[in-house]
């Protein structure tokens, strides 16, 4: 958000409209000091009791006095409920607050333990050299050969000792024979894959947690702050996860880290003249309440190929484009103020090129992320070179490589990155959201995939929105010189499911060195699960295969299952490209499409000429964001244009002060809220054919009839202000 009115607003209406999972076993929220479990016929033998008086009551993440604790060689232990059922299908909640310092060097520091005859859950820090500091946890279960073992969500976590409030939620699903554990980090599934406790012995799952307690801090090993503990006999959705997160949150007060490779100061980050130097400096330093401004030069993760810009921290926003006086946001212009992210190690490379052309030294990955809710805006991504044979993921994600959920990538240049597998920008096995916006992919060279690969994790969704972006000379081949397959960008599917909506993008120039088919430009698949994918507004032109043929715009390149559903509309494919799109038992729509000839302003300029068929053709109601490609009003004219750039536009305060609201929760059931500082008048929510399907004179806007997919809401305001967004109904 962009206001503090704003920001206020959302989390208030998040915290009144929260919806706390009901029926917890135990629930510990410490008011006023108390250690009394306030959860449903709760007696004062299943009360948390303090065996040493170490521990110490403090004010909450609302700042309210004596509502959590701050534990110091204090153990809470819970006396057990008496209860001979063994519960296979948990859940757990709580509030953590920490620091490095307050928790082991090495090993594991344990938060919680939640235990009973047959087995437990151990949530814990683990502090080996092998992960880092991740949160994670331990989970036992036995059976009639003993005893079995998880341990999850070690790898794939962020760093949340960082002395901010985190709300953390565990559960448990039975799957035939296994246990299978999932873990959210402040509403956002983490770690790697799905940790299980398997039965081998027989089909039925290992007993697990009969007449557990709990015990907080077990063996006096934690000394953060925690609050509101609650455990369900039950397994808990992503839809809880998030509610509970969304219960009371933390007002985040941000601070301003000062990045700068010519500042001589002290050097610390807290002013452009005492900026940090080194940009990895700066992330290694950073909580989730920081903005990193980083002004104009060139900054390299390290001299050895393994270096990486990593950001491990949740919730900070990197910003590039600064010339180092900005007193604003607002104030930058990374056009002019070039900032780089740059893997081309000695700065020799002479070329985009699986081998030779001095990319032996570049950095495998130029920039990694562990932690949610990341920003990356204003930067040159540039020169990665993942081709490490150790891993699939070192062969992939050059530029970008994402481990984490609810990532936005803005106003960046992806270009002269080298993937010997896919996705200069990778995602794989996720949950959560991935938003390019504003942003071009460039001259970058790779196998399958190349600018983009993504695929959801497992029974879990990612919603991949790509909007006002041009892909550009980018070329798909193999290593041999051969033919390549899987697209430009590929969506691929394997479990779960992937929304993909594509809006106001342009691809130009594009070759998949394939010969004798088309190929396809944008490819979406799945194995398993669902994939839907939608193309609107956009422009695919000029793009070619290995003998000179049109590449099929849209379509399933990799030889499995089709799309559940694709759509294009209101956009421009050559050659009748869309024609090709594969038709999957109908659910396959083309509407208000063209095969005319855009006309580009030249073959390296894609700026829109006077007469192009493209102005004014788009649908208002598609259109993201208030500014397109090169920071010009988006809509100008009887209609958005197609592609990621307006015809005859220019930029204006004005119109860059635009209505912005905000959507909760998105996905939404039953009803869809609206959150903005300027004065509602009404709502318009369209689906992905343009047609109109709700209008409403509320802010609290009933959605529970439509069908299942996603829509665009448009917002008016009684002084006219008008906005769009997208949104999911589940």
């Known amino acids: 958000m962009k206001t503090?009115?704003?920001?206020?607003?959302?989390?208030?209406?998040?915290?009144?409209?929260?919806?706390?999972?009901?029926?917890?076993?135990?629930?510990?929220?410490?008011?006023?000091?108390s250690l009394n479990n306030t959860a449903g016929g709760a007696t004062a033998a299943t009360n948390l009791t303090e065996s040493t008086s170490g521990a110490l009551s403090i004010p909450d993440r609302s700042v309210n006095a004596d509502n959590a604790y701050q534990m110091n060689s204090g153990v809470f232990i819970n006396t057990r409920a008496g209860e001979n059922t063994a519960r296979r299908e948990i859940g757990v909640s709580f509030w953590i607050k920490t620091t490095a310092s307050q928790l082991a060097s090495s090993g594991n520091t344990q938060?919680?333990?939640?235990?009973?005859?047959?087995?437990?859950?151990?949530?814990?820090?683990?502090?080996?050299?092998?992960?880092?500091?991740?949160?994670?946890?331990?989970?036992?279960?036995?059976?009639?050969?003993?005893?079995?073992r998880t341990v999850g969500g070690l790898t794939g976590t962020p760093n949340i000792a960082d002395n901010q409030w985190h709300n953390v939620v565990i559960t448990s699903f039975i799957n035939n024979n296994t246990i299978e554990?999932?873990?959210?980090?402040?509403?956002?599934?983490?770690?790697?894959?799905?940790?299980?406790?398997?039965?081998?012995?027989?089909?039925?799952?290992?007993?697990?947690?009969?007449?557990?307690?709990?015990?907080?801090?077990?063996?006096?090993?934690?000394?953060?702050?925690?609050?509101?503990?609650?455990?369900?006999?039950?397994?808990?959705?992503?839809?809880?996860?998030?509610?509970?997160?969304?219960?009371?949150?933390?007002?985040?007060?941000?601070?301003?880290?000062?990045?700068?490779?010519?500042?001589?100061?002290?050097?610390?980050?807290?002013?452009?003249?005492?900026?940090?130097?080194?940009?990895?400096?700066?992330?290694?330093?950073?909580?989730?309440?920081?903005?990193?401004?980083?002004?104009?030069?060139?900054?390299?993760?390290?001299?050895?190929?393994?270096?990486s810009f990593l950001i491990n921290s949740s919730n900070i926003r990197i910003y590039g484009g600064f010339n180092g006086t900005e007193t604003a946001l607002e104030q930058r212009d990374f056009s002019t103020n070039v900032t780089t992210l740059n893997g081309d190690v000695l700065n020799d490379d002479t070329g985009v090129a699986y081998s030779g052309?001095?990319?032996?030294?570049?950095?495998?990955?130029?920039?990694?992320?562990?932690?949610n809710n990341v920003t990356i805006d204003g930067f040159v991504i540039a020169n990665g070179q993942a081709d490490d044979t150790t891993s699939g993921e070192t062969q992939e994600g050059s530029a970008i490589s994402i481990q984490a959920g609810n990532i936005t990538i803005s106003n960046c240049i992806i270009e002269n990155n080298v993937v010997t597998?896919?996705?200069?920008?990778?995602?794989?096995?996720?949950?959560?959201?991935?938003?390019?916006?504003?942003?071009?992919?460039?001259?970058?060279?790779?196998?399958?995939?190349?600018?983009?690969?993504?695929?959801?994790?497992?029974?879990?969704?990612?919603?991949?929105n790509i909007s006002n972006s041009l892909f550009e000379n980018?070329?798909?081949?193999?290593?041999?010189g051969g033919t390549g397959n899987a697209g430009i960008i590929w969506f691929r599917n394997d479990f779960g499911t992937q929304n993909v909506v594509l809006t106001n993008n342009t691809?130009?120039?594009?070759?998949?060195?394939?010969?004798?088919?088309?190929?396809?430009?944008?490819?979406?698949?799945?194995?398993?699960?669902t994939v839907n994918i939608s193309v609107l507004n956009s422009i695919i032109h000029g793009n070619r295969n290995a003998d000179g043929l049109t590449m099929i715009s849209v379509g399933n390149d990799a030889g499995s299952q089709n799309p559940n559903s694709i759509i294009v509309s209101n956009s421009i494919g050559e050659d009748a490209a869309f024609s090709n799109i594969i038709d999957n038992g109908g659910n396959r729509r083309n509407i208000s499409n063209s095969s005319a000839d855009p006309l580009f302003t030249s073959i390296s300029d894609f700026t829109l000429q006077s007469a192009s068929p493209a102005i004014n053709a788009g649908n208002d109601t598609f259109a993201v964001g208030n500014r397109d490609l090169i920071g010009n009003q988006r809509i100008n004219g009887s209609a958005v244009d197609m592609g990621a750039y307006e015809f005859g536009a220019t930029a204006g305060i004005e119109e860059n002060s635009k209505l912005e609201f905000v959507l909760y929760p998105n996905p939404a059931s039953n009803v869809l809220n609206v959150v903005s500082d300027l004065a509602f008048a009404k709502a318009e929510i369209?689906?992905?054919?343009?047609?109109?399907v709700i209008t409403s004179n509320e802010a609290a806007i009933q959605v529970a009839d439509l069908k299942t997919g996603m829509y665009i809401i448009k917002i008016v305001t009684e002084d006219g202000a008008t906005a769009t967004q997208q949104f999911i109904k589940k």
Not at 357 to 371: C, E, F, H, Q
Not at 686 to 692: A, E, H
Request: charged share 15%.
């Open 4 to 33: 503090t009115l704003q920001l206020i607003l959302f989390l208030f209406t998040m915290s009144v409209f929260a919806q706390v999972p009901s029926g917890a076993k135990f629930e510990f929220l410490f008011a006023n000091g």
């Open 111 to 148: 938060v919680m333990l939640i235990d009973g005859p047959e087995g437990f859950l151990n949530p814990r820090f683990n502090n080996t050299t092998a992960n880092g500091l991740r949160f994670g946890f331990g989970a036992q279960g036995s059976d009639s050969n003993g005893q079995r």
């Open 181 to 307: 554990f999932r873990m959210y980090i402040d509403g956002v599934q983490a770690g790697i894959g799905t940790p299980t406790i398997t039965n081998v012995i027989s089909s039925a799952p290992p007993t697990f947690l009969r007449d557990p307690r709990v015990i907080v801090s077990p063996q006096s090993q934690f000394s953060g702050e925690i609050d509101d503990i609650r455990y369900y006999q039950r397994s808990l959705s992503a839809t809880d996860a998030a509610n509970l997160a969304a219960e009371n949150p933390p007002a985040p007060t941000r601070t301003i880290v000062y990045v700068d490779a010519s500042a001589t100061g002290l050097n610390d980050g807290t002013t452009w003249a005492d900026a940090f130097t080194t940009l990895q400096t700066a992330l290694s330093s950073t909580s989730s309440t920081d903005d990193v401004w980083v002004a104009a030069g060139n900054y390299s993760p390290g001299t050895a190929t393994t270096d």
């Open 357 to 371: 052309a001095n990319r032996d030294d570049n950095n495998t990955n130029v920039v990694t992320i562990s932690g």
């Open 421 to 464: 597998r896919g996705g200069a920008v990778r995602m794989i096995d996720r949950a959560g959201s991935l938003d390019i916006e504003n942003s071009i992919f460039r001259n970058n060279l790779g196998v399958f995939g190349v600018c983009l690969y993504t695929r959801a994790s497992n029974t879990n969704t990612l919603d991949v």
């Open 474 to 480: 980018n070329t798909l081949q193999t290593l041999s």
């Open 507 to 529: 691809f130009a120039n594009n070759r998949n060195l394939r010969k004798g088919v088309g190929a396809t430009l944008i490819n979406a698949n799945r194995i398993n699960g």
């Open 686 to 692: 369209y689906n992905l054919q343009g047609q109109r």
